[in-house]
C-alpha cells in the first residue's frame, strides 16, 4: 500500500536503511525519547527500522518517514498494531525532532494517518498509547478527535494513557 497523502507541508515515505543516520538521531535524542524508557541507540534504531520494514511487508503500513516536501527529515509516523489490555488496537504514533517541537508538524502528520486509518484501511477504531505525563502528545491526540479512554496496565510497561477515536 502506499503511504498517506502528502499534507500541505510534509510527505510520507517508507523507512530503509540509508534512514538509520536521522532514525539515530531522533531515536537517541533524550528529550524525543523523554517518555519512553530511555533513548535508542544505533542498533536499536537499525532494529526500528526492520521492524518498520516488517510492519510493511505484513500489513502494508507502519511508521512511516516524514518529510517536508522538499526532503528535510521531520520524524516519523504511521500506524501499527499494539497490545492494549489483552486487545490489538491500531495506534498512531508520532515523533518530531526536538528542534521542530510546537510547529504542528506532529498533528498534520497524526491527522493525515489518521485520514489513512479511515479511509485506505476502513479501520474502526484508532487509538495512540501515550505517557500519562505526556501532554504534548496528548494534545496531538485530542487535536486529531481522540479523548482519553483508559489506562494500559499490562505488560512490562509503566501504566499509558489510552486515547481512542472511533472512525
Request: with cysteine; glycine share 8%; hydrophobic share 40%.
Amino acid at each position: 500500500m502506499a503511504p498517506p497523502h502528502p499534507t500541505d507541508r510534509l510527505q510520507f515515505r517508507e523507512m530503509t536503511d540509508a534512514d538509520l543516520d536521522n532514525m539515530t538521531a531522533l531515536l537517541g535524542d533524550p528529550e524525543v525519547m523523554r517518555f519512553y524508557p530511555a533513548p535508542k541507540s544505533r542498533d536499536e534504531a537499525a532494529s526500528w527500522i526492520y521492524w518498520n520494514c516488517e510492519n510493511y511487508a505484513e500489513h502494508g503500513y507502519g511508521l512511516w518517514i516524514v518529510e517536508t516536501h522538499e526532503g528535510e527529515f521531520i520524524g516519523d509516523c504511521g500506524l501499527t498494531w499494539q497490545q492494549v489490555n489483552g486487545a490489538q488496537k491500531l495506534e498512531v504514533g508520532y515523533r518530531v525532532r526536538s528542534d521542530l517541537h510546537g510547529q504542528g508538524y506532529a498533528t498534520e502528520a497524526a491527522a493525515a494517518c489518521r485520514d489513512y486509518a479511515r479511509e485506505d484501511l476502513a479501520a474502526k477504531e484508532l487509538i495512540a498509547i501515550i505517557h500519562p505525563d505526556n501532554r504534548a502528545s496528548e494534545r496531538v491526540a485530542e487535536k486529531i478527535g481522540m479523548h482519553r479512554i483508559a489506562d494500559d496496565l499490562g505488560g512490562n510497561v509503566p501504566v499509558r494513557a489510552v486515547l481512542s477515536m472511533q472512525l
